[in-house]
DNA sequence: GTGAAAGCGCTAACAT
DNA sequence: ATGTTAGCGCTTTCAC
C-alpha cells in the first residue's frame, strides 16, 4: 500500500491549500458535516476535483473513534457453492446500505485456514466479523470478543463461544422432507449425509429419525449412510443401497451436492422414475432435471441478511445477551419427492 | 472502525514497555526482519502474547510506503453466477500467497455500481484493481493509473483506457462450436445471444458468422436473435424460432444462462432430441441434463489466475505497454450437440 | 462556522 | 543489532 508512484497524490493539506481553507474544513466537508458555509464548499470542491483528490479511508479509519464503522469481515466455505454465494450477496447488500466494506474469504472447511484468515481480519481492525466455522472450537476469538470486535455466526453454532448465530431450520426441514416421503407411501427410506461432526449433519440427521419414529417406523441401519463428504461418495452409497436384498423405496439426501450424487446414482441403476428423493437444500436447474427434484430450499439470502443486521446491531452498541435465530426451510415439490412407493411395500 | 471498546486494544508501545526494548524493535519482530537477536525476539513475543498484542494493519498501511502491497480490490459482475464465482477463487488464491488481502464486491451489470465501487476501492488505496466492467468507458480511471494504481481487466476489455487484458477466445470458441454443428449436418443453425453492446457477445457473434460463411452456408436474419438478457428471453426466442415455417435444426447459445432458457424452450416444444444445441460457457449439471448439454466451456480458473499474476506483476513495477492476453476454450462434447441434422435438410 | 495543535499506531530515515 | 525522531493523512479537541 502506498506506493509512492508518479505523482504523488493529493492529500487534505493540498486540498486545503489550493482552496484557502484549513484541512479541518476540507474534513468537514468530504465528511458531509453540514457546519461549513455554502460558499466554502464550494470553494473546497472545486479545489478537490482540480487536484483530482481522493480521500484516504486508510488514514482516516487510522484516526477515527466515533462508532462509525468502515470495514466488516466475511468468512464463508466456497462461493462456488451458491448456498455461501448468496449469503455473501445478501451480508453486500446490507453493508453497502451502511456505506461499509466487505472483506470476503473463502476458508474452503479448514480450520486452519479459519485461524489465519480471521486472525488476518482482526489485525485489519474490522469492525466485526461474520463467520461460517469450519474448525469445532471457536474459543480462540473470545479475547478479541472482550475486544469490543463482534462475531455473528452463519450456518453452524460456534462452540465454545457465546455469540449471536443464524441457522437453518435442519431438524424440522429434515423431518418435512422426510414425512413428506412418508405421505406418499414409503418406509423404507434411506438417509444419505455428511458427517456428524458437522453440526447441521446432525440436525437433519435428527429431523429423519424424527419423522421415522413419529410413523412407528423402525430404523434401519443398513439404509442410513452419514459419511459422505462428496458427490462421488453419495453416488455410490446410493447405489450400495439399491443393491440390497431390500432396498429402500425413497432417499432423503441431507446436503445438496450429495442430492446430486444420488441422482447419479440413481440413474445408473435406472431407478429414478421409481425410488423417491428428497434433497435437503436447493440447487440451481433442480427443476430441469428428470424427474425434477424436490427439495427441502433453505433461504440463504434471508440468512445473510439477518447475520447482518445483528452485526450491525452489535456494532451499534447492542448489548443483550447472544442469541440463536433460526431460518425456516421450504418444501418445493418438483417430481422427484411425489413418487409412489409401489403397492406391496405399504 | 476503532471503536475503542472495553479494554482498549494494546499497541506496539505496550508491547515494547512490557518487553523492554523500543516500538521499532517489536516492528521489526512483526515484520520478520532478521536483524533482531534471538533473545530480544523471544521477550517480545512474550510480551505480545501475554498482552494479546495483534499488530494493526491499518496504522501499518499508512505508514509504509516500500512496494510491498496488501491489499488489492476486485469487482465482478455475480458472485452467483459460477464464472465469476471461480475467477473469484483464482484470484484470491494469487492473492494469498502474496499475503495480500482481496476486497471483492459484485456490480451487477450497473455501470453506476462500478464508478462507485472503484472509487471506494481507491479512497481504501488499495495496491492494484482487477475489474470485469460493466460500462463502456473506462476512461475516469486514467487519473487513478497515472497516480500508479494498475488496473487489469477481465472478460471484457476497457474502453478509453489502455490496460492489461485477459480475454477468453470467445469468436473462435464461437467458430468452433458452430462447426461442430455444421460436422454434424446442419446448415440451418439458429443463434442466441446477448445485445451487442457487450463485447463478448460480439466476438461469438462473428465467430458463428465465420464459421457459417466458411462452410458457404447463407446467413438467415431470421434465425439470429441478438438481444437476448435473461433466460426467459431465450426461451421464448427459441420457442418462436421452432415455431416458423424452416425452423431451424440446430441452436447455437452465446451464454450460459441462454443456453438454460434455450434447453427450457426446446423441452417446451418437445425437440430436445431432435434439435441439436451448443452453448457457449459451461455450467454445472450441464451433464445430467437430458440431453447431456455439448458446450464450448471457458476457463474461469486460468482467466482469474493470469489475471491476478499481472496484476501483481505491475504492481511489482513492471512498466511494459499493456497487453491482451486470450485463454483458449473448450469443446466439451455431451450429446446434445452431436444429434445429426435430418437428411432432407443437408 | 472555522482553525491550530495534538495524536491515532505504525514505519522510514537516520543515528548509535 | 538496537534506538530516536519525525511523519504518514486524517480526525479529535479545543480554541476563537
Redesign the pocket.
Known sequence: M?R?QNP?????????ALA?????????V??S?A???????AKVRLAASQLN??????????????G?PSTIGLLIQDVSNEFFANIFRAVEDVAESYGVTVLASNIDEDAEREHRLTSQLV?RRVDGLIIVPSGNDQSYLAHEQRSGTPFVFLDRPPQLLRADTVLSDNEEGSFLGVRHLIEHGHRRIGFVGEPPAYSPARQRYRGYLRALQTSNIPIETQLISRDLTTEDDAQQAVIEMMSRSVPPTAIFAAQNRLTIGAVKGLREVSMEYSIALVGFDDFQLAYLLQPAVTVIAQDPLAIGKLGAELLFRRIQGDASPANTHIVSTLLITRGSGEIMAPPAHR
Chains 1, 2 share one sequence.
Open positions: 502506498q509512492d504523488k497524490r493529493p492529500t487534505m493539506g493540498d486540498v486545503a484557502g481553507v484549513s484541512r479541518k474544513t476540507v474534513s468537514r468530504f465528511n458535516e457546519t461549513v458555509g455554502e460558499d466554502l464548499v483528490y481522493k480521500m484516504n479511508l486508510v488514514a482516516s479509519d487510522l484516526r477515527r473513534s466515533n462509525r489485525e
